[in-house]
Nanobody, 122 residues
Framework: QVQLVESGGGLVQPGGSLKLSCTAS????????MNWVRQAPGKGLEWVSA????????DYAESVKGRFTISRDNAENTLYLQMNSLKPEDTAVYYC???????????????WGQGTPVTVSP
């Protein structure tokens, strides 16, 4: 059974930093591209970032490029999102999501965690 458990969210002031983690189980983590997706209050889902199976390729939404860094530790089955220079508009629930096919990026997110809330406010 696939499980994705996010942690690390919280309240932070504008300009601050947070590091999110997502611990995976129930599947071979190193076989799948992984993603971070967020949902701001009252808004739809927004894809944030993706990382390839070995971590050599990454991609970011324009809204977070240069401020967020995605990474993974396949030995620990853990996905990370380092968020720097946070802005109030980064306030959202952040989800990690597993791609639906092995080794390639499809953009079809087969499994999601429960999310971790991030609030950026003075």
């Amino acid at each position: 059974q696939v499980q994705l458990v996010e942690s690390g969210g919280g309240l932070v002031q504008p300009g601050g930093s947070l590091k999110l983690s997502c611990t995976a189980s129930g599947f071979t983590f190193s076989f799948y591209w992984m993603n971070w997706v967020r949902q701001a209050p009252g808004k739809g889902l927004e894809w944030v970032s993706a990382i390839s199976v070995a971590g050599g390729s990454t991609d970011y939404a324009e809204s977070v490029k240069g401020r967020f860094t995605i990474s993974r530790d396949n030995a620990e089955n853990t996905l990370y999102l380092q968020m720097n220079s946070l802005k109030p508009e980064d306030t959202a629930v952040y989800y990690c999501a597993k791609d639906s096919i092995t080794n390639l990026y499809s953009g079809d997110f087969a499994s999601w965690g429960q999310g971790t809330p991030v609030t950026v406010s003075p």
